[in-house]
């Protein structure tokens, strides 16, 4: 790699771990350009070399993770390699759980951290998207005993909420062991886990 691209990529991450600890502090609203390069230990000429203002770092921080989840559906496998229903699901649980395991600290922000509240529905509505369009090539169809729209909403909804349940926790269990628990909640209706004493 480039000592100029190292170089970029360690002012850029210190620069999102100072936003993500300022949101943490403030929200996103409260904080300034200021508090962001100070936290950060650099100059705020630096800040501008890279980032027209606190909103456009915020706006390219979400496109980049809006961009990585369209991914898991089509690089090395989700989309292209899924051959049944539970397959897409397996497969896509484990590149879910550890792609947001590794974007922990800026999703909490953003969700809990009083970042940005639509970065949630748009994460919701990209899932809903992608998830429908590998359904309708693997020619499954959702059932008509309630609207589509309710089926969608507690599938995605419900499986949003136990991710970021999930991160928000002291000690995460791995990815791969959330993984696992998504997968049995996606085979068992919340009554299912109820057992009589």
Partial sequence: MHQNDLRVRKTRAKIKRALIETINEKGFGNLTVSDITERAGINRGTFYIHYKGKQDLL???????????????????TISSAT??????????????????GERDFILAMVLGNGDPMFY????????RELLKRMEYLGIKMSDEIPHEYIEEYA??????????????DNPEPPNEFAKIMMRT?????LAFAVKE
């Fill in 59 to 77: 706006e390219q921080l979400e496109e980049a993770i809006y961009s990585d989840i369209i991914q898991l559906f089509h690089d090395n496998g």
């Fill in 121 to 128: 529905h748009k994460i919701k509505q990209i899932l809903t």
């Fill in 84 to 101: 049944s229903y539970e397959d897409l699901n397996r497969q896509f649980f484990q590149k879910f759980s550890a792609y947001i395991y």
């Fill in 186 to 190: 996606r085979t068992k209706a919340p």
């Fill in 156 to 169: 995605i909804g419900s499986m949003l909420n136990l991710s970021i349940y999930w991160l928000g926790k």
